[in-house]
């Protein structure tokens, strides 16, 4: 199984900041099948990126993807209110599908 | 729009069973590739199982497998997960959710749209 590692745990950080979420793979994630989603409280997932940079229907420019291999990140460019939330990543290169823990991300 | 709604879950008995749904709306359910994910309390994504549009493949996670069947009615727009023989440990919140795929043979195995949830607690 390829298991997928969420660093940092959580962020700290203001409206406006730049921020970078890493994901990273136990073993090399087949044709870069890299998905990342948002989740905020008491809601279900919301998917931002598949294929490690493409963004979905309906996903702001500030939220871009990149990597491959065993490292990916999500960055988004400037921190609006409504992104405090709870990013996932998932790999569906591998089978089993697997997800990472999460990185949430909180206003300081 | 995509709408998918899961009903079903509760407080069960180790040991028990529980049948969820999840009705959909929205798009053409007959054609896409549908999966069960499930969150434990504080915990990340677990994906669980998932099932093809007519039916003819259809894969679970170790951790259910012999336990739970997935299944699905396309007259009625409707996603099943029979979850038998449950555990503590399969105390979450289950989520359905679609693939991208509408191509028969091949899942893409990524969920561009979810629903609400419906929470199941396992506990005596």
């Known amino acids: 199984e390829t298991i997928l590692t969420q660093s940092p745990g959580t962020l700290s950080l203001s409206p406006g900041e730049r921020v970078t979420l890493s994901c990273r793979a136990s073993?090399?994630?087949?044709?870069?099948?890299l998905a990342w989603y948002q989740q905020k409280r008491g809601q279900a997932p919301r998917l931002l990126i598949f294929?490690?940079?493409n963004r979905a229907t309906g996903i702001p420019a500030r939220f871009s993807g990149s990597g491959s291999g065993t490292d990916f990140t999500l960055t988004i460019s400037r921190l609006e209110p409504e992104d405090f939330a709870l990013y996932h990543c998932?790999?569906?290169?591998?089978?089993?599908?697997?997800f990472g823990g999460g990185t949430k991300v909180e206003i300081k | 729009e995509v709408q998918l709604v899961e009903s079903g879950g509760g407080l069960v008995k180790p040991g028990g069973s529980l049948r969820l749904s999840c009705a959909a709306s929205?798009?053409?359910?007959?054609?896409?590739?549908m999966h069960w994910v499930r969150q434990a309390p504080g915990k990340g994504l677990e994906w669980v199982a998932r099932?093809?549009?007519?039916?003819?493949?259809?894969d679970y996670a170790d951790s259910v497998k012999g336990r739970f069947t997935i299944s699905r009615s396309n007259a009625e727009n409707t996603l099943f997960l029979q979850m038998d023989s449950l555990r503590a440990e399969d105390t979450a919140v289950f989520y359905c959710?679609?693939?991208?795929?509408?191509?028969?043979?091949?899942?893409?195995?990524?969920?561009?749209?979810w629903g609400q949830g419906s929470l199941v607690t396992v506990s005596s």
């Open positions: 959710a679609k693939d991208s795929s509408s191509r028969l043979a091949v899942a893409y195995n990524w969920f561009d749209s």
């Open positions: 929205g798009f053409a359910f007959n054609d896409y590739w």
């Open positions: 099932i093809n549009s007519d039916e003819t493949i259809i």
């Open positions: 073993q090399s994630v087949r044709n870069d099948y």
């Open positions: 294929g490690a940079s």
């Open positions: 998932q790999q569906y290169g591998n089978a089993p599908l697997s």
